[in-house]
């Protein structure tokens, strides 16, 4: 398996509070994503980076904020956290994109409650 | 913007019965496919990839998936399902845009497909 960790693994938080996820490579990929995985929406992409401090947004950006200082870590921000959060976050790396060995690796997840 | 469609949201089957999962997607261009695994409270798994040449590729477990570009299709195929193939199966496309602007490996996920096999 990747080197991919993230924490917390578990959380419940309250409405209004700011929450930050974790992911964590020991494999120096350049490119990381985060995803929300929800019931019959499979996995959608929250925000990327790729490369230290360049990220952009992906489809289901709003209420959520990423920094990437270094290339092993890649933090997702819930300024507020809300109800409608409340889902299973993947992080995924990636060495490359566009050459045959793009296939993204996914970290084993954490699960946000908000109440 | 590109989508990706699942047929079926629950599929139940017994053991040594055929499988095929459905997938369709939307985007003109130059795209690479990929169907995941994820079995029960694990993470997603790469079942297998296409990228070029071969429409017809293989993954592990004995699972396969053909390309038939015309028809904007991926579909996953196991000639005999066994009871530890249950999980949910995820088909993901990755659009390579043309010149002028760049999809950085960006996925796009079906819905999911809950496979159920009884023994």
């Known amino acids: 398996d990747a080197g991919i960790t993230q924490s917390p693994r578990h959380k419940v938080t309250e409405t209004g509070t700011p929450v930050t996820l974790r992911c964590h490579q020991t494999e120096n990929h350049r490119y990381m994503y985060w995803y929300r995985q929800d019931p019959g929406h499979g996995l959608r992409l929250i925000h990327y980076?790729?490369?230290?401090?360049?990220?952009d947004k992906g489809e289901v950006s709003d209420g959520y904020s990423v920094s990437r200082s270094k290339t092993e870590d890649f933090l997702l921000t819930l300024e507020s956290a809300t109800s409608s959060q409340t889902s299973v976050y993947f992080c995924a790396i990636s060495e490359s994109w566009r050459s045959a060995g793009n296939e993204q690796f996914f970290g084993p997840g954490t699960r946000l409650t908000v109440l | 913007a590109q989508s990706v469609s699942q047929h079926n949201h629950h599929v139940i089957l017994s053991e040594a019965a055929s499988l095929e999962l459905g997938c369709n997607y939307s985007?003109?261009?130059?795209?690479?496919l990929f169907w995941y695994v994820q079995y029960p409270g694990q993470h997603l798994q790469l079942l297998l990839k296409?990228?070029?040449?071969?429409?017809l590729v293989k993954g592990i477990k004995g699972f396969e998936a053909e390309f038939i570009k015309s028809k904007f299709s991926f579909n996953l195929r196991k000639p005999s399902v066994q009871w530890s193939d249950t999980a949910e199966y995820f088909c993901a496309v990755n659009s390579i845009t043309n010149a002028g602007g760049t999809s950085y490996g960006k996925l796009t996920f079906g819905q999911g497909t809950i496979l159920t096999v009884h023994p």
């Open positions: 985007y003109g261009g130059t795209v690479n």
């Open positions: 296409y990228f070029s040449g071969d429409p």
């Open positions: 980076s790729y490369g230290v401090k360049d990220t």
